[in-house]
T-cell receptor
Framework: GESVGLHLPTLSVQEGDNSIINCAYS??????FIWYKQESGKGPQFIID?????DKRQGQRVTVLLNKTVKHLSLQIAATQPGDSAVYFC?????????????FGDGTTLTVKP | GAVVSQHPSWVICKSGTSVKIECRSL??????MFWYRQFPKQSLMLMAT?????????EQGVEKDKFLINHASLTLSTLTVTSAHPEDSSFYIC?????????????FGPGTRLTVL
């Protein structure tokens, strides 16, 4: 079936630097994408989302970029902090006919060094 | 707002017993809830979609007779792992969609750690 995958399983950055986490998706019918943060032993936490009619969306310290041409999604975290250390998942969703269910990528473990 | 709870947060049981996990939307009504399973250092795998008042829709490869799902109200869905075995040990996570919400935003519960001895 269709899947969403991440390019890098781990990412280590220095505190204060910017982080970029990438994601490739394969279902061209997907039109809604979400980034989640998951800390150890907890459920995923919503970070930011983007619909396919947009190519960029900004939140507080985070930006999501969507490139539909190459089916690529990225999450940028500005001024990364130790509290940002977690596993980050992208998820794809089909708004119509997809029953609202999300397909998750493999996850990238972000480690922030003080 | 948009809080989802799960109970219990962790459970240890003997092989062959059944375990029930509850998922509740605390401050909103959820016509649809989702159940995921996550093994260590792996991603979330969707097991089934639970719709209020109707039968759950299971993903390919998930045994519906082993993982019983009941969505009896707009705020509660339950997952029962029947005749649990050690290979069922995993982190079970539910999510819920707010019926008033836009897009398909899901709100996730904190997860339930199941250990089968």
């Amino acid at each position: 079936g269709e899947s969403v995958g991440l390019h890098l399983p781990t990412l280590s950055v220095q505190e204060g630097d910017n982080s970029i986490i990438n994601c490739a998706y394969s279902n061209s019918a997907s039109d809604y994408f979400i980034w989640y943060k998951q800390e150890s032993g907890k459920g995923p936490q919503f970070i930011i989302d983007i619909r396919s009619n947009m190519d960029k969306r900004q939140g507080q310290r985070v930006t999501v970029l969507l490139n539909k041409t190459v089916k690529h999604l990225s999450l940028q975290i500005a001024a990364t902090q130790p509290g940002d250390s977690a596993v980050y998942f992208c998820a794809e969703n089909i708004s119509s006919g997809g029953a609202g269910k999300s397909t998750f990528g493999d996850g990238t473990t972000l480690t922030v060094k003080p | 707002g948009a809080v989802v709870s799960q109970h219990p947060s962790w459970v240890i049981c003997k092989s062959g017993t059944s375990v029930k996990i509850e998922c509740r939307s605390l401050d909103f009504q959820a016509t649809t809830m989702f159940w995921y399973r996550q093994f260590p250092k792996q991603s979330l795998m969707l097991m089934a979609t639970s719709n209020e008042g109707s039968k759950a829709t299971y993903e390919q490869g998930v045994e519906k007779d082993k993982f019983l799902i009941n969505h009896a109200s707009l705020t509660l869905s339950t997952l029962t792992v029947t005749s649990a075995h050690p290979e069922d040990s995993s982190f079970y996570i539910c999510s819920a969609r707010d019926r008033r919400g836009y897009h398909n935003e899901q709100f996730f519960g904190p997860g339930t750690r199941l250990t089968v001895l």
